[in-house]
Nanobody
Framework: QVQLVESGGGLVQAGGSLRLSCVASGRTMGTYATAWFRQAPGKEREFVAGINRSGADIYYADSVKGRFTISRDSAKNTVNLQMNSLKPEDTALYYC????????????????????WGQGTQVTVSS
């Protein structure tokens, strides 16, 4: 079993930055790929960024490429999401997910492959 706890969300003005953290307990996150997803009101949960077990392979949704950076800190059993140049359309509940063993790049965006999810942290970007 893996328990995930996200933190770092908040209210920020457009153009600002936030750093989200996802801490795992119960099993090392290095066993699986880990990703961040987000869900805005009335919309489906969507893939934001993913990182493989070693941290060598990283993928981003086109909407955040160049602005967000995902990273893994194995010593702290943590995966972080640095979010810069935030836009109002980034407003959503952000979820950390792990438990996946993706084979293809497209697998990172498949919600059903992730067996463990956090409760989410709210990010609100004002214009």
């Amino acid at each position: 079993q893996v328990q995930l706890v996200e933190s770092g969300g908040g209210l920020v003005q457009a153009g600002g930055s936030l750093r989200l953290s996802c801490v795992a307990s119960g099993r090392t996150m290095g066993t699986y790929a880990t990703a961040w997803f987000r869900q805005a009101p009335g919309k489906e949960r969507e893939f934001v960024a993913g990182i493989n077990r070693s941290g060598a392979d990283i993928y981003y949704a086109d909407s955040v490429k160049g602005r967000f950076t995902i990273s893994r800190d194995s010593a702290k059993n943590t995966v972080n999401l640095q979010m810069n140049s935030l836009k109002p359309e980034d407003t959503a509940l952000y979820y950390c997910a792990t438990g996946a063993r993706p084979v293809y790049m497209s697998d990172y965006a498949r919600r059903e492959l992730y067996g463990y999810w956090g409760q989410g942290t709210q990010v609100t970007v004002s214009s």
